[in-house]
């Protein structure tokens, strides 16, 4: 009996030492389309309730839009369910091909080739673009899709301290007998919403003979005037050499990623890249709403900057209420609690007054750094806003913590 009962023991006792630390994470089951009005249900028993979601990477309120799912009925009708093949061999329509091209125009780029998820592309384009010749240098806080995709690789793995120019530079400096340099960042980074210095580290890659690689997948069609990312923001569009990103957050949320950059690196992805050649891509309806999503943002800003709004007035009615928050341009808001057991206890109660906003602690932030990490969307009107502030700070207040800086709420509630 290979699964014997000592198996299930060893691995019972090891899903309690989840338990035991703290860290078992728990599902909730929301009964409703993805939006800023949620119904969920927590496993443990509780009954069903109406809250306002505060954790979406719903950033521009495209997940349910009446556009997309139009646009995705349509694509199920004309183009049917599944393709039932990778898309070297028969898994490949017309409308997979239209949707590269407008990620490629809206990105800046040459070049865009489809992924079933980012993860996948982060997972494929490391191995596919780079030998044992070549030297990939990383900001130390890069998403995890990212540190599994350079472990794929057989170049040779460096990181910087995160968003250290100088420490980038002597990284840069010390490996410049290497064929290629690629410097790898986020370009909005998931845990703290702070933003890569694209500017800086273009300017460092060209005078050090650099390849760049960032991940948009939390700035992909909001962050910059127009909508188009860090690159937009930073002024470097059309300067980066690999951008990948998702199509599972602001640009309607379904599923499905990309790379996309210089023609001959997206082409050797085509050719090399393993989870393009062996797993399935994007469905036709995901393809046929996410065309819809580009047309949509192309059109008109007007999502993204009531995205900006609305994280202009969060950030600053938060602020007032006294929370002590995580610095930042993009629409993640931390707010600090430092405590781990704080930042559940807080954010149970916040889900009892109405407000689903999640808990986040060792080891997805570090030791000491625990927070409630608040996402704002374009699908919020100001009046979950308002009831969302009212909240906190009652919340707020319950734990002691308005006007606390970080040293007071650690003195209160330990690390
Ligand atoms: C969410 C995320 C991913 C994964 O995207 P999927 O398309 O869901 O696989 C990759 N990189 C970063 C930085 C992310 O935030």
Redesign the pocket.
């Known amino acids: 009996m290979a699964y014997s009962e000592k198996s299930r023991d060893i691995y019972k006792s090891e899903i309690s030492g989840i338990r035991d630390a703290g860290i078992f994470k728990e599902e909730r089951y929301i009964h409703a389309p993805q939006s800023a009005d949620i119904v969920v249900e927590f496993p443990s028993g509780a009954e069903l309730k109406k809250v306002i979601n505060m954790c979406a990477?719903n950033y521009l309120g495209l997940s349910s839009h009446p556009e997309v799912i139009k646009a995705a009925h349509e694509g199920l009708d004309s183009r049917g369910y599944g393709m039932s093949s990778v898309r070297f061999i028969c898994g490949t329509q017309d409308i997979h091909r239209q949707l590269e091209n407008k990620l490629t125009k809206f990105l800046g780029t040459e070049d865009t080739l489809l992924f079933p998820?980012?993860?996948?592309a982060?997972a494929g384009v490391f191995e596919a673009v780079l030998t044992d010749k070549d030297v990939m240098i990383a900001d130390r806080l890069v998403?995890a899709?990212?540190v599994d995709g350079m472990r794929l690789c057989k170049a040779m793995q460096d990181t910087y301290k995160h968003s250290d120019m100088a420490h980038l530079e002597e990284k840069l400096q010390e490996h410049q007998d290497k064929r290629f340099r690629l410097i790898i960042t986020?370009g909005v980074f998931?845990m703290d919403g702070d933003l890569a210095k694209l500017d800086e580290i273009v300017a460092l890659a060209e005078k050090y003979d650099s390849m760049v690689f960032v991940?948009e997948?939390?700035s992909s069609g909001f962050i910059g005037k127009t909508g188009r990312g860090t690159h937009e923001h930073c002024g470097v569009l059309g300067r980066i050499d690999i951008i990948?990103t998702?199509?599972?957050?602001a640009l309607g949320g379904a599923?499905?990623?990309c790379v996309s950059g210089r023609r001959e690196l997206v082409e050797l992805c085509r050719q090399r890249a393993r989870p393009y050649l062996f797993s399935n891509t994007v469905a036709p309806v995901i393809v046929a709403g996410a065309i819809r999503v580009l047309d949509l943002i192309s059109q008109t800003t007007e999502r993204r900057d009531k995205l900006e709004w609305n994280t202009k007035y969060w950030r600053s009615a938060l602020e007032k209420a006294g929370f002590d928050l995580k610095e930042g341009d993009s629409p993640i808001v931390p707010v600090m609690l430092y405590n781990a057991k704080l930042a559940q206890d807080f954010a149970r109660d916040l889900y009892a007054e109405g407000i689903y906003a999640v808990g986040f602690f060792f080891p997805v932030v570090p030791k000491g750094a625990a927070r409630i990490r608040t996402q704002l969307s374009a699908a919020h009107d100001k009046s979950h806003l308002d009831t969302a502030i009212a909240a906190f700070t009652k919340v707020g207040a319950k734990y002691n913590i308005l006007g606390k800086g970080k040293k007071e709420i650690i003195e209160m509630y330990g690390m």
């Open positions: 990477n998820s980012c993860m996948d982060n998403h899709s990212i986020d998931s991940d997948s939390h990948t998702t199509l599972g957050k599923s499905g990623g």
